[in-house]
């Protein structure tokens, strides 16, 4: 039901723009939010965008991420500016309908997930 892409190779300092797209679920009723997970560790949350538009990120990428979602196209993004070596990883774009905004963060409040996209950052 959700399908992401974007991912790719890229130098750091550079930019990437992750897709998510939706099948059967409505975005603009739904929070999206973004995780990822490097090799060998555990999957980490990096953005996420309530239904009301609020949205929340994690320290390490405040400022160079931007999490954002299109009605029409029932899609939602990730802008990811100023790329870091530490920033590789596999992406995942996950929806709820009944994810609070105080739980944007939270990997069990999503009930739909895609399948990963990867982002390798070069040095």
């Known amino acids: 039901q959700l399908q992401a892409s974007g991912g790719g190779l890229v130098q750091a300092g550079g930019s990437l723009r992750l897709s998510c797209a939706a099948s059967?679920?409505?975005?603009?009723?739904?929070?999206v939010a973004w995780f990822r997970q490097a090799p060998g560790k555990e999957r980490e949350f990096v953005a996420g965008m309530h239904r009301s538009g609020g949205t929340t990120y994690s320290t390490s990428v405040k400022g160079r991420f931007t999490v954002s979602r299109d009605s029409a196209k029932n899609a939602g993004y990730l802008h990811m500016n100023s790329l870091r070596p530490e920033d590789t990883a596999a992406y995942y774009c996950?929806?709820?309908?009944?994810?609070?905004?105080?739980?944007?963060?939270?990997?069990?409040?999503?009930?739909?997930w895609g399948q990963g996209t990867q982002v390798t950052v070069s040095s």
């Open positions: 996950a929806a709820g309908p009944s994810v609070i905004l105080s739980n944007l963060a939270t990997q069990s409040a999503y009930v739909y």
């Open positions: 059967g679920l409505t975005f603009r009723t739904a929070a």
